[in-house]
Structures are given as C-alpha cells and as structure tokens.
Nanobody, 113 residues
Framework: QVQLVESGGGLVHTGGSLRLSCAAS????????MDWYRRPPGQQREFVAR???????NYADFVKGRFTISRDNSKRTVYLQLNSLKPEDTAVYYC???????WGQGTQVTVSS
C-alpha cells in the first residue's frame, strides 16, 4: 500500500504560480513512476504530467512550457510547478502512482481572471 498526500494548492490570479507537492509513504519503493492528473469543474479527470524514477518526464500538450514535474527521491516527494496559470487551469490536482489504484486526496487550484 502506498499513501499519497498532496499539498500546495490555493487561489492565484491569472499569470500566477503555485508549487504542488505529493508526499508518498508506506510501500513507496513501488512508486517509481508518478503521475499528476487534474479534474476541472464538471469535467473528467485528465492527465497532466508523468515522471520516472530516473527523472524522465512527459506532459499533456496543454501544459508544455508552463508546468514542470520533478521529484526528490530522498524525500519520496513529487512536485508540480505551475507557472503562467490561466483560469482554465482551475481544477483539483491529484497525484497517482502510475498504473495503480493509489491516488492522493487532491489539492484545489483556483485561478481567478
């Protein structure tokens, strides 16, 4: 079992930045590939970014150049740096162990226009 706890969400204005964190505990050795997803209001959950244990990353097309995923394996923590935020980035952001049932509880990001 892996437990994931996200933090760092909040309310920002258009163009602002936030840094989300996802701390893993439990059988975190199995959390080699980590994902960030988001669920905008009234929409389906969608993929945002992925990072392997060696730091290789990939992103959804809509976030390239604005968001950066990173990790600190010594802290068992994955980060998502959100820059140049837009109102359409408003969503609950979740981290997940790739291809597993382990999800965090989510952290709310709200971008005002």
């Amino acid at each position: 079992q892996v437990q994931l706890v996200e933090s760092g969400g909040g309310l920002v204005h258009t163009g602002g930045s936030l840094r989300l964190s996802c701390a893993a505990s439990g059988d975190a050795e199995g959390a080699k590939i980590m994902d960030w997803y988001r669920r905008p209001p009234g929409q389906q959950r969608e993929f945002v970014a992925r990072i392997t244990d060696s730091g290789i990353s990939n992103y959804a097309d809509f976030v390239k150049g604005r968001f950066t995923i990173s990790r600190d394996n010594s802290k068992r923590t994955v980060y998502l740096q959100l820059n140049s935020l837009k109102p359409e980035d408003t969503a609950v952001y979740y981290c997940r162990v790739y291809n597993s049932p382990y999800w965090g509880q989510g952290t709310q990001v709200t971008v005002s226009s």
